[in-house]
């Protein structure tokens, strides 16, 4: 009867190696885009985020990253210093400001979505066939809806 978890059991579980693939692709990015454009993961998914919400709050962008407000707030202040994003209050709430990219901030989200699309592309296609990529593209589709399927129904519980 075993009483310990053994390394193998442990290495070898999807879970484990879901957690690792992911870990290993941000850390990745994340050199990619401090090598290139200065940027942390981070910031760059901030930016995303902004750029594909009609005028953010810093509360929303926080909300849709799950991330902490103050979190969100430290990013949004870098990136400001930075001319990627531009803060103005909301007319109807002072206390909330609406996030946009600048110029600036379009050229680049743009130009790292680019790089990062490209790279991660280019290592799939070295290291998986085109059936293989396409497998793994509608497994991760399908497991990605089952989680968000399960989180909706646990919080719909309460």
Excluded at 71 to 82: F, G, I, K, P, T
Excluded at 105 to 130: D, I, P, W
Aim: charged share 30%; proline share 3%; net charge positive.
């Amino acid at each position: 009867m075993k009483t310990q978890l053994q390394n193998s059991d442990f290495d070898s579980g999807s879970s484990y190696k879901l957690h690792r693939l992911v870990q290993q692709l941000d850390h990745y990015a994340d050199e990619m885009l401090k090598d290139e454009y200065e940027l942390t993961l981070s910031q760059f998914m901030v930016l995303m985020t902004i750029g594909c919400l009609p005028e953010p709050s810093q509360r929303e962008v926080a909300i849709r990253l799950k991330l902490t407000p103050a979190a969100v707030s430290r990013q949004v202040d870098s990136l400001q210093d930075l001319r990627l994003v531009s803060r103005r209050q909301k007319p109807e709430n002072r206390r909330e400001h609406q996030l946009h990219l600048t110029a600036k901030g379009q050229v680049k989200t743009l130009a790292a979505r680019k790089l990062l699309s490209s790279r991660f592309n280019s290592f799939a296609e070295r290291h998986l066939g085109r059936t293989e990529q396409q497998v793994f593209l509608k497994s991760l589709d399908k497991l990605l809806l089952a989680i968000e399927k399960s989180l909706a129904k646990e919080k719909a519980k309460g």
